[in-house]
Structure formats: structure tokens, C-alpha cells
């Protein structure tokens, strides 16, 4: 296939700090405005004085400007950064020397510096996708990833200036569809935020690197643009409509499919109203990630998440003082005893994504899920494909609790990463599970 465009660089945010020291492994050009061109090698501190960046070595001021670059003269060369912060807010967080390729640009934001690798997307991915997946995972699953991944960073890389979050809430609705928010003056950060990126410091996985390889320049296409390549855990048996989801408007390629390749005479009829939603919640329907084999859900799912077992068909119990107090917590309004939840929207997954909430002393409508999933959990329900049974005591006619019923893990729409998984065990290669998940779309080489 022929090339369309140069392999891109793309720009990541790595730290912010008041002071940052940098190791230079062979020689760099120093640049910026102000700045007359000049070589440097060796130890380096970057601070912040009066809004400005100042470069030091060996305690002495080399430069001082509102933007610095670094670039390598030899393909050899890296920049050691001291004392990266990895894993903000979760509970690992550690500090960790590491080791980058291309130039690094540092500007002033908040008095403190903020650093920023240019890197090539090829050189970028082998980092992204060697700590992001499990060296067991079969190798055609790594390379549907990894092929989701530079098609989801071709589309950062153009989307800097990307609308805020559209969000509706008045008396009696609170409407939000969830979307990353871009970064201004880089294309992606190095954290879970966007994906998490270590340099060259922890790239050992051999599937993986293979796996990028094998693929390279190969993105997700659609008619004259790369796809917007979303996936998630678990779709519970059908995949979500993207405009349910992530916003108000629709993608071709991520229409809902089942999760099957289907045989002759078989279909899965998608869900269209509530009588069906509670049938296919109920059903253990024989779709590609209705699995319970531990080995292959070892392969897709971290350590952390493993340590969930149903999440194909799960159930949650609320009762009524919790539910009371999610819903203040969650929206500060003060409805009273709830007496129902009544979903009002389903998407063809069985995901709600308008869900009315009535109390004695008021009611209001939510969505779209991912706000339903946090009013009615400490963290997130695993999905919002869930039908509501009202429990009641004594003949009360106030329920006592409720018990939520519901299907997969996640938003549901594109790729189902254990579905995926399974189609991988089970013999179909990246281009199949592609084409099933993104129906329509096509492979393109771009560079
Ligand atoms: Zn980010
Ligand atoms: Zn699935």
C-alpha cells in the first residue's frame, strides 16, 4: 500500500513540576525565542523565574525564555527525566527516573515548568501498548489495539481545539454526555487521562512490540477520515450506539452489533423496549464475551480488575437510605424517600441513557450513562444496562431497597475488549475482530 503522509510526531505532556532535572545523553540544539542556537550535553534543572523558564547546569543560568526546545542531533541521543510522578491519584503513585527519544519542549504554567516529549507516533505506540497490555494477551488482540490506539492519537493530534463537554441541567434534568477534555498545548498527556506513557524505560513486551510492528501505519478509516475508535471491557452481548454515549452525533462505523460473527438462521434481536430489555438481561445469550475462562480474562483484564467475576450479568443491591444519600451527594437535591426508578431511553444494548428518579418530595430525569452510572454507585455501576426491582417489606408501599440487575462492564460502544480477547483465542486475526467491531470501516496504511 502506498504511504499518504510522513509517520507524525506527536506531542506529550510528561510532568509538571517546580523543578526539573534532566540527564542528556549525547548532544542537543537549544532553541527558543530570544535564544541564539546552541549546543548542550550532560546535567540540566529547568525552574521557573517571573513566568519565564530558565535552564541551568552546574547552578549556573544557561538560558532564560517563556518557551525552550531541546532537540537531539543523533538518533542516538535521550534525555534522562528525573523523578517523574507516575500513577497521579491512584493508589501505586511512585516517582521513576525515565528514558525519552525525540526533542523536549518546556514552557511555563502556574510558576512551574511543564515538559513535553516530541515523539515519533511509531516510537510513542511501542511505549503506550507495551504498559498497557499483558504480555499473555494473544497477539492479533494487541494488534486490534494497537490499531485503535494510533487511529485514536491521529484524531488527539487534530483535535486540540475540541468543544467542552455538552452539559444541560435545570430544575428537572441534568443532561451530560462525557468526553475527554483535549489538551491545549500538547496532544496527549502521559497518564491514564489519555494513555500512559513511560518513554523507553518499560518497553520488554515482546507481543506487543511485534504487534506494533506488524502493523504499522495502519489506522481505522472511514470514508475521508480516521474512525474515532472508542472500546470498552465488557458490551454485555451488543455493542452501544456511539450518540448514547459520547455525544450528539452518530458514527457509521460504530453502529451496534452483536457480539457474534452469526450463523445461518441465527440473530440477536437488538432491544427496543423495556419487556426486551428484561429478557436479554436475563438471558445468558452465547456471544464472544460471555466467558468465564480465567486464563483469557488474565490476559485482557489488570490485576486490579481481575478480581471481578460477573460482569457479563451482575446485580446490585441499593437500599433505601444509600440510594437517598448517593442522589444528595451526587446532584445535591434533596428528593425524599425515592419510590421508583424508571428508565425512560434505552440504546440497543439495554443501556439507559435517560432515567427518571421519583421521590416523595421531588423528581428530576438523568443522563446520559456514565451520570447514571455514578448516581447509583460509590464509583461507577459497571454498566447502565439494568432493570430495576423494587423490594418491598411488610407491605410497605415504599420500597425498601432495589435491586438492580444488569449486563456488561462499561460504555459499551466499539471494540469489546473481552470479546475481542475470545475472537483472538478462538483463530480470528486483528483485520476479522476489526471489521466486526467497527462494521464499515476499513484498514488504511497511511505512512
Ligand atoms: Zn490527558
Ligand atoms: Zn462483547
Not at 21 to 46: E, M, Q, V, W
Not at 70 to 95: C, E, M, Y
Not at 365 to 383: N, P, V
Request: include cysteine; glycine fraction near 8%.
Amino acid at each position: 500500500m502506498e504511504s499518504i503522509i510522513d509517520e507524525p510526531v506527536i506531542e506529550v505532556g510528561i510532568v509538571k513540576s517546580s523543578g526539573i532535572s534532566i540527564d542528556l545523553r549525547g548532544h542537543y540544539i537549544i532553541s527558543g525565542r530570544g535564544i541564539s542556537p546552541r549546543t548542550i550535553t550532560g546535567a540540566i534543572d529547568l525552574t521557573v523565574e517571573h513566568t519565564r523558564v530558565t535552564l541551568k547546569q552546574g547552578g549556573k543560568n544557561v538560558v532564560q525564555s517563556n518557551e525552550i526546545k531541546l532537540v537531539p542531533q543523533t538518533s542516538t541521543a535521550r534525555a534522562k527525566v528525573r523523578d517523574v510522578i507516575i500513577g497521579i491519584n491512584f493508589h501505586w503513585q511512585q516517582h521513576e527516573d525515565q528514558l525519552f527519544n525525540g526533542f523536549l519542549r518546556f514552557y511555563a504554567e502556574e510558576n512551574e515548568v511543564q515538559v513535553v516529549n516530541g515523539v515519533l507516533l511509531e516510537s510513542y505506540l511501542l511505549s503506550v501498548v507495551s504498559s498497557e497490555m499483558k504480555s499473555s494477551a494473544p497477539e492479533e488482540y494487541i494488534k486490534a489495539h494497537a490499531i485503535i490506539s494510533r487511529s485514536w492519537l491521529l484524531r488527539q493530534i487534530k483535535g486540540r481545539e475540541k468543544p467542552d463537554n455538552q452539559f444541560i441541567e435545570s430544575s428537572n434534568e441534568i443532561l451530560k454526555w462525557f468526553d475527554r477534555e483535549a489538551h491545549t498545548r500538547f496532544d496527549v498527556c502521559a497518564d491514564d487521562h489519555c494513555q500512559r506513557y513511560q518513554g523507553e524505560s518499560r518497553i520488554e513486551n515482546r507481543t506487543a512490540i511485534e504487534a506494533v510492528k506488524a502493523t504499522r501505519g495502519q489506522v481505522l478509516w472511514f470514508e475521508d477520515g480516521v474512525c474515532d475508535t472508542r472500546f470498552s471491557k465488557c458490551c454485555g452481548g451488543i455493542s452501544e450506539a456511539f450518540e448514547n454515549c459520547w455525544g450528539p452525533e452518530t458514527h457509521p462505523y460504530l453502529k451496534p452489533v452483536a457480539d457474534i460473527i452469526p450463523k445461518k438462521g441465527f440473530s440477536i434481536k437488538k432491544v427496543m423496549n423495556e419487556k426486551q430489555a428484561g429478557a436479554w438481561i436475563s438471558a445468558q445469550p452465547d456471544v464472544f464475551c460471555n466467558t468465564t475462562d480465567k486464563y483469557i480474562l488474565s490476559t485482557v483484564l489488570n490485576d486490579y480488575d481481575l478480581k471481578t467475576n460477573n460482569f457479563f450479568r451482575w446485580e446490585e443491591t441499593l437500599s433505601q437510605q444509600k440510594i437517598t444519600s448517593l442522589i444528595y451527594d451526587r446532584t445535591k437535591r434533596d428528593i425524599g424517600t425515592v419510590t421508583a426508578l424508571v428508565p425512560l431511553k434505552r440504546g440497543p444494548s439495554g443501556r439507559i441513557f435517560s432515567l427518571k428518579v421519583v421521590g416523595l418530595k421531588g423528581r428530576f430525569t438523568i443522563g446520559k450513562e456514565l451520570m447514571i452510572r455514578r448516581l447509583l454507585s460509590d464509583t461507577h455501576l459497571y454498566s447502565s444496562a439494568f432493570m430495576v426491582e423494587p423490594q418491598y417489606e411488610d407491605g410497605s408501599k415504599i420500597p425498601s431497597s432495589f435491586v438492580l440487575k444488569g449486563a456488561g462492564w462499561g460504555h459499551g460502544v466499539g471494540l469489546c475488549q473481552i470479546g475481542a480477547a475470545v475472537m483472538a483465542f478462538k483463530g480470528y486475526n486483528y483485520k476479522r475482530i476489526l471489521a466486526h467491531y467497527f462494521n464499515k470501516s476499513e484498514l488504511k496504511q497511511l505512512y
